[in-house]
């Protein structure tokens, strides 16, 4: 099967420095696209060259550097206390930065869009491991609600687009992600990450004990950033929703997006407890169960892209421990720049 993509494409990352939009380029990279020397490129604006919030430079920037292929992977995002503290900051800029970046793709001619959404957009009490099938069937999570919402108007203005004007847009799913890159602020983080930094500083400080909020009951599922970029670059050269293989929902209907993960959960107590060994802490960690747990299971069903002959290939201690170093460097280059 040839690829639907090409070395001399011209790539548009969107949220290119962001921890998923930079796995995707090294992705890309690692496959030979968007290499000058073969004709292609890699377009990777910073916010400072082009703010995705504003519709009219979108629009100017698309006619300007005529990219083929579009990946969005801009977002704002954040844990469960940024996404229940701000609301509208997460649904409105969300909205304005798929519509922009997906509307202007289409009426500059692009010929292929991925959209990258979140695990989040499925019902918090959906039937597991979930099935691409489960979108729309129940109640969110309220605490991420309004990320989710955004998130589902996205895979729904590609899936409208294709359906109206044959736009080959495309969108997957991926669960919770981890790795190089992520944002460790102990507010405004995924859950992953901030575990990573206060048992990194619990250990600094030789604290004997350590509180993590919630029950730690809740099963959770976590796929490495490169995994991701790895099945982004996968999808784009092999899966178009107008082709007559595409993956069908239990309707026989074109699915709209595939879910990407991998298929494996575990719960919050035993992430703690992978984190403590991987950062090497020995105090007892504890739990505040005055604090929220979220969904309690969020497994996802990841038979759809397996079947096209993709699957993750990193294991959680490989990818805590490459992560873990990774936050350790971050940290000292901080220390050395001041």
Request: charged share 25%.
């Amino acid at each position: 099967m040839s690829s639907l993509i090409k070395a001399d494409d011209r790539f548009f990352v969107a949220g290119a420095r962001g921890m998923a939009g930079s796995a995707i380029c090294r992705a890309l990279q690692e496959k030979g696209y968007g290499d000058e020397a073969k004709g292609g490129a890699l377009l990777i604006p910073n916010r400072q060259e082009l703010d995705l919030l504003d519709g009219e430079a979108v629009k100017a920037w698309y006619t300007e550097n005529k990219p083929d292929v579009v990946v969005l992977a801009a977002a704002k995002v954040g844990g469960i206390y940024a996404n229940d503290t701000y609301p509208a900051d997460f649904l409105l800029e969300n909205l304005k930065i798929q519509t922009n970046v997906i509307e202007g793709a289409w009426k500059a001619g692009v010929r292929r869009l991925l959209f990258l959404g979140s695990s989040c957009i499925y019902p918090k009490f959906a039937e597991q491991p979930i099935k691409e099938e489960a979108l729309m069937t129940g109640s969110l999570e309220p605490t991420n609600e309004w990320y989710a919402i955004a998130k589902i108007t996205g895979i729904k203005l590609c899936e409208s687009l294709r359906k109206q004007y044959g736009f080959d847009a495309i969108s997957l799913m991926p669960t919770n992600l981890y790795g190089p890159g992520d944002n460790y602020h102990l507010e405004n983080s995924h859950v992953l990450p901030a575990l990573i930094r206060r048992f990194h500083e619990a250990k600094e400080r030789g604290d004997q004990r350590m509180t993590c909020w919630g029950t730690g009951s809740p099963l959770r599922e976590f796929l490495h950033v490169d995994d991701l970029g790895n099945a982004c670059v996968f999808a784009l050269e092999n899966w178009s929703a107008l082709a007559g293989d595409s993956p069908k929902d239990h309707q026989g209907k074109p699915l709209a997006f595939l879910n990407v993960g991998t298929g494996v959960d575990l719960t919050i107590k035993e992430l703690a407890e992978a984190v403590a060994e991987a950062t090497g802490y020995r105090g007892t960690i504890l739990w505040d169960t005055s604090k929220p747990d979220g969904t309690p299971r969020k497994q996802l069903d990841v038979s759809r892209l397996a079947a096209y002959g993709w699957r993750a290939r990193i294991p959680l201690a490989q990818g805590l421990a490459s992560t873990v170093a990774a936050f350790r460097e971050q940290l000292s280059q901080q220390l050395v720049r001041l």
